[in-house]
């Protein structure tokens, strides 16, 4: 097949909005589309070369693998090492060891699988993650290893015509499950191959059904695809799931140019995009590192047209420096050891790993820096009884005795859980730990974004009833980040607004304040019911900080908020539960004394945090509290 510049310009159109909408998504809100517009391209070029070899019956398997991998893998395991040596003088022992389990992840193509069980990709704590952006390449090279097996397959039954019949209905199939799992299951739509792979076979469509068009026909075809392309740049959003049916819109839209196969077309094939289509992959790999990068710095001037421009530099660098360099092709599954990125990746692969298992490789750290990270940890079972949104919330028992209590809330219950049931435990008594991430323990509660499911209210109503049924008498501790319901994070990068609603948002407050207490009150009904104080925000992850100080200036500091300003933000919280006391006796149990002074709320002392980030305490910090806790469970 001859170079097609129109594919090579519709690459630039791609990464284009792909790294304008990572530096800053209001300048491109649905520039993430661009990811599908070269899965588009991809199911495109990868259909050409395995037909023409099934036609002719020369294709080889094997040589396709070495030539994606002799195409993909160089430049990312560049990519990878860069980072591993840049991790080790910059990066604190918890992100360097993350950092090797992602590049591991990433240079195994199964990046994709861990960022999904991970979190959503829109999350604050995405722009920690420094090989995000490789999921994309773990799901086409997931495609590339299925793909061409289940042609081969196919081709010993069906003829060629009856193949691309095939493709066409499971093209539709495709779609049709990832309409229906982005509704379902949206974290694992926007990741996994079985709700993407529709969006390559569409563009293997294009190659299979080429439509011949004539002159001013090729131009509508060209222009509509483009239109069709900007406007989902332009007016999707990480607000809508995806992909789902919206991502059609991007992906007609590249099947559009592809069929109009305009060589001589000014909108792709001009200087500017020519060259950047050339750069695009290396562009891709080095512009999201920047952003994380960028993106733990204190805001500067015009950073981002600085990062675009280094992105740019680097794209171009690579391209030269090392996508230029030719590796040797083999059609034997013999020459396995001779392919030469298959060396890169058992070499990157080990390393990273023996980083991830050495936890990021304390040992070469200061005597505090490995003391802090190993104090700031989570919870032992916190994997096993913390769930997400949308899954459906273990029941877990700490201690073998009769249940003393029940713990019910989030992760900042959670974040006290062990403390609370050694307490139970050392009275021969056992505690049930009933926490959902991000749910508040309010009636009829629902998060507002489609691309999550709805399980917080059903945690609730269960809650409510298990309790009643099987419970009565035994205490209630209800325990909760309860101003993010109101305002959002607070933290950096954070969702800043709130993402729980009972009913119309613009009724949220006092609609949530309502379900609070009614909830905490129906609760009162059966059994003595507590409620904790909020914990203070600190909105900076303490131990990191505290790491970083040290690693820099040699002293750890102080990592203080304002108690004035932490009474701001909780004085709802404060009032909603005051309101809980008042109308039905609930027992109030207040850590703030031990947590904060008049002046600040401390989030260490000397080099020891109380929390393992910005607002969940560590087990240091929950055995700080811990004599409140006692006083008034059992001595009140």
Not at 431 to 443: E, F, I, N, Q
Request: aromatic letters at 14%; glycine letters at 6%; charged letters at 15%.
């Amino acid at each position: 097949m001859n170079f097609r510049y129109d594919i090579n310009g519709l690459r630039a159109i791609a990464v284009i909005a792909v790294v304008l909408f990572h530096f800053n998504p209001a300048w491109v809100p649905g520039g993430f589309a661009g990811v599908d517009v070269f899965f588009v391209i991809s199911g495109f070029l990868m259909t050409s070369i395995i037909f023409r070899g099934l036609e002719n019956d020369n294709f080889s398997l094997f040589k396709f693998y070495v030539a994606r991998a002799n195409r993909i893998i160089p430049a990312l395991a560049v990519l990878c090492l860069v980072l591993l040596v840049f991790g080790w003088f910059y990066l604190t022992p918890m992100d360097y060891r993350a950092l090797g389990k992602h590049v591991a992840s990433s240079m195994g193509f199964l990046s994709n699988i861990i960022y999904w069980r991970e979190s959503g990709y829109f999350a604050a704590a995405s722009h920690e993650k420094w090989l995000l952006h490789t999921w994309s390449l773990s799901v086409e090279w997931q495609f590339y290893i299925i793909y061409p097996i289940v042609l081969i397959a196919l081709k010993k039954f069906l003829s060629i015509t009856n193949i691309k019949r095939l493709l066409i209905l499971g093209t539709l199939l495709g779609f049709a499950l990832s309409v229906v799992a982005t509704i379902k299951w949206p974290n694992p739509a926007y990741y996994l191959l079985p709700t993407r792979a529709w969006e390559m076979m569409f563009g293997g469509l294009a190659f299979l059904y080429p439509i011949a068009l004539k002159s001013n026909h090729k131009k509508i075809a060209e222009y509509t695809g483009l239109a069709l392309i900007l406007l989902s740049y332009a007016f999707i959003s990480s607000d809508i799931a995806w992909p789902g049916h919206w991502a059609l819109v991007p992906v007609f839209g590249a099947y559009l140019i592809i069929i109009a196969n305009r060589q001589d077309s000014f909108v792709t094939n001009n200087s500017v995009f020519q060259a950047l289509g050339k750069w695009s992959y290396s562009i891709y790999l080095w512009h999201w590192p920047i952003v994380v990068y960028i993106n733990s710095l204190s805001n500067t001037k015009n950073q981002e047209l600085y990062g675009i421009t280094i992105s740019i530099l680097l794209g171009f660098l690579s391209v030269h420096l090392i996508e230029s360099i030719k590796f040797s092709s083999f059609s034997s599954w013999r020459k396995l050891m001779y392919v030469k990125p298959i060396w890169l990746i058992l070499f990157i692969g080990g390393l990273s790993s023996f980083v991830f298992l050495s936890k990021g490789v304390l040992f070469h750290y200061p005597k505090s820096v490995q003391n802090i990270t190993t104090q700031s940890l989570k919870e032992e079972r916190w994997s096993q009884c913390h769930k997400g949104w949308d899954d459906k919330a273990p029941r877990c028992q700490y201690g073998n005795g009769e249940v003393g209590a029940i713990v019910i809330g989030d992760s900042h219950a959670e974040a006290l859980i062990g403390m609370i049931s050694r307490l139970y435990n050392e009275r021969n008594k056992s505690v049930l730990d009933w926490t959902m991430s991000g749910c508040p323990t309010a009636k009829g509660v629902y998060r507002v974004e489609p691309k999550f499911s709805d399980g917080c209210g059903v945690f609730v109503e269960r809650s409510l009833e298990e309790a009643k049924q099987k419970y009565q008498g035994v205490p209630i501790i209800i325990i909760n980040r309860t101003a993010v319901a109101f305002y959002g994070q607070n933290e950096k990068d954070g969702i800043n607004y709130p993402i729980k609603f009972i009913q119309d948002k613009d009724k949220t407050k006092s609609a949530m304040v309502d379900a609070l207490v009614s909830t905490a009150c129906e609760f009162t009904k059966h059994s003595p019911t507590f409620v904790v104080r909020p914990i203070p925000e600190l909105k900076q992850d303490v131990p990191k900080t505290l790491m970083k100080n040290i690693m820099t200036t040699g002293k750890a500091g102080e990592i203080k908020l304002s108690f004035n300003e932490y009474l701001q933000r909780q004085n709802i919280v404060y009032q909603t539960q005051n309101t809980m006391a008042k109308k039905c006796g609930v027992t109030i149990i207040d850590p703030i004394p031990y947590l904060c002074d008049s002046n600040y709320c401390n989030g260490n002392i000397g080099d020891k945090s109380y929390y393992f980030d910005d607002d969940h305490l560590n087990k240091f910090g929950a055995e700080l509290i811990s004599g409140v806790f006692e006083k008034t469970l059992f001595y009140p």
